[in-house]
């Protein structure tokens, strides 16, 4: 009776020193053939998880496969150096307005315009804020109201009218739509004379109303909303809060306006920004320097600058504040540009 030995593998030993295949079959002549390593499943001896995908893979194969799926090199350089170019593009204004902030009116033309020369930020900007009886500041607070309080209004009113396209069938809704989508395609100057003749037979030019009313209206912000309600308010979702007994108002504050909130985000942004650089429709609209914007006071600022020149300055120092508001606007409202709120809300 021979004795046996297991071999390393899974092979099998004799006595007269021929090798068995794994499981104890022996090869013709005394002598096992030896299954290759990789002509297994697996690729390794022994291993009964081939038939699993992605079984028996390296480190260095799974390795090579991650990087065969990353853009190449010199994709990624010119993607980096098209974005380096964007951001110097956009952010350079920026510094030239916080280095020119610094200086004072003589220095803005007599010194090199990208470094500091004596800066004095406080005391000019200090300046700035107290000129005229503190004039910008009143043109800041009407900025902030006109932009603040339009924005939020015709958020609102584009959420509203966006869910009801989106969500109810009612007769002529793709002509509404359409002539909406329309409105897209006007610009905001081809409406301002028409909208003064309007608000002047009313008696509503040069007030408050005379920008707040055109700044309610978003096209833009209909048409976003609609697509937006459509795609992210499920109908399974609101014929639940109908069965429960919710009624339509309440579905759509609770439910509607949750659901739709990065787009709402977004129109109140754009609004936001949109009504903040206006500068057409108020000159049009007002003749009283009370009831100015910051765009419009500073323009009325450097039109007197030939004649005051220390109003270059404070030019420069405004528009630096102006953009104040919008950087910390982006900034705290970006967190909400998020996707896939409504994952997992209902269950398929």
Same mark, same amino acid.
């Given at each position: 009776?021979?004795?046996?030995?297991?071999?390393?593998?899974?092979?099998?030993?004799?006595?007269?020193?021929?090798?068995? $295949?794994?499981?104890?079959? !022996?090869?013709?002549?005394?002598?096992?053939?030896?299954? %290759?390593?990789?002509?297994?499943?697996?690729?390794?001896?022994?291993?009964?998880?081939?038939?699993? %995908?992605?079984?028996?893979?390296?480190?260095?194969? &799974?390795?090579?496969?991650?990087?065969?799926?990353?853009?190449?090199?010199?994709?990624?350089?010119? /993607?980096?150096? #098209?974005l380096?170019v964007? !951001?110097?593009?956009? *952010?350079?204004?920026?510094?030239?307005?916080?280095?020119?902030?610094?200086?004072?009116?003589?220095?803005?033309?007599?010194?090199?315009?990208?470094?500091?020369?004596?800066?004095?930020?406080?005391?000019?900007?200090?300046?700035?804020?107290?000129?005229?009886d503190g004039?910008?500041?009143?043109w800041?607070?009407?900025?902030?109201?006109?932009?603040?309080?339009?924005?939020?209004?015709?958020?609102?009113?584009?959420? +509203? +009218?966006?869910?009801? @396209?989106?969500?109810?069938?009612?007769p002529?809704?793709?002509?509404?739509?359409?002539?909406?989508?329309?409105?897209?395609?006007? %610009?905001?100057?081809?409406?301002? #004379?028409?909208?003064?003749?309007?608000?002047?037979?009313?008696? *509503?030019?040069?007030?408050?109303?005379?920008?707040?009313?055109?700044?309610?209206?978003?096209?833009?912000?209909?048409?976003?909303?609609?697509?937006?309600? /459509? $795609?992210?308010?499920p109908?399974?979702?609101?014929? &639940?809060?109908?069965?429960?007994? +919710?009624?339509?108002?309440?579905?759509?504050?609770?439910?509607?306006?949750?659901?739709? /909130?990065? &787009?709402?985000?977004?129109?109140? #942004?754009?609004?936001?920004?949109?009504i903040w650089?206006?500068?057409?429709?108020?000159?049009?609209? @007002?003749?009283?320097?009370?009831?100015?914007?910051?765009?419009?006071? #500073?323009?009325?600022?450097?039109?007197?600058?030939?004649?005051?020149?220390? @109003?270059?300055?404070?030019?420069?120092?405004g528009?630096? *504040?102006?953009?104040?508001?919008?950087?910390? *606007?982006?900034?705290? @409202?970006?967190?909400?540009?998020?996707?896939?709120?409504?994952?997992?809300?209902?269950?398929?």
């Amino acid at each position: 009776m021979s004795e046996r030995n297991d071999l390393p593998g899974g092979v099998v030993a004799d006595e007269s020193g021929g090798q068995a $295949a794994p499981g104890g079959e !022996a090869a013709p002549g005394g002598e096992a053939e030896a299954v %290759p390593p990789d002509d297994r499943p697996g690729g390794r001896p022994g291993d009964q998880s081939g038939d699993r %995908p992605g079984a028996g893979r390296s480190p260095g194969r &799974a390795a090579k496969g991650r990087e065969g799926l990353a853009p190449p090199l010199r994709h990624r350089i010119i /993607t980096s150096s #098209l974005l380096t170019v964007a !951001a110097l593009y956009f *952010l350079t204004p920026v510094y030239w307005l916080v280095v020119s902030s610094t200086k004072s009116s003589s220095d803005l033309f007599g010194t090199f315009g990208f470094w500091f020369h004596d800066p004095h930020p406080l005391d000019y900007l200090h300046q700035v804020l107290t000129y005229d009886d503190g004039i910008y500041v009143r043109w800041f607070a009407n900025s902030l109201m006109y932009a603040g309080v339009g924005a939020l209004a015709a958020t609102l009113l584009s959420a +509203a +009218a966006g869910y009801a @396209l989106a969500k109810y069938r009612f007769p002529g809704r793709e002509g509404v739509f359409n002539v909406i989508l329309a409105g897209v395609l006007i %610009p905001g100057t081809a409406l301002a #004379l028409p909208l003064y003749l309007l608000f002047s037979e009313i008696g *509503l030019a040069n007030t408050y109303w005379a920008v707040l009313i055109p700044s309610v209206v978003s096209p833009f912000g209909v048409y976003l909303c609609r697509i937006y309600a /459509t $795609a992210a308010v499920p109908d399974s979702l609101l014929e &639940a809060a109908r069965i429960d007994g +919710a009624g339509e108002a309440r579905i759509f504050s609770t439910l509607g306006l949750r659901l739709m /909130t990065p &787009a709402l985000v977004t129109v109140f #942004l754009f609004q936001f920004v949109h009504i903040w650089n206006n500068f057409f429709l108020p000159l049009v609209m @007002l003749s009283d320097s009370d009831l100015y914007p910051i765009q419009l006071g #500073l323009t009325s600022w450097q039109g007197y600058a030939d004649r005051q020149p220390e @109003l270059y300055q404070y030019t420069v120092g405004g528009a630096f *504040l102006s953009v104040l508001p919008l950087m910390v *606007l982006m900034g705290v @409202l970006q967190r909400y540009w998020r996707t896939g709120l409504t994952e997992g809300s209902v269950k398929a």
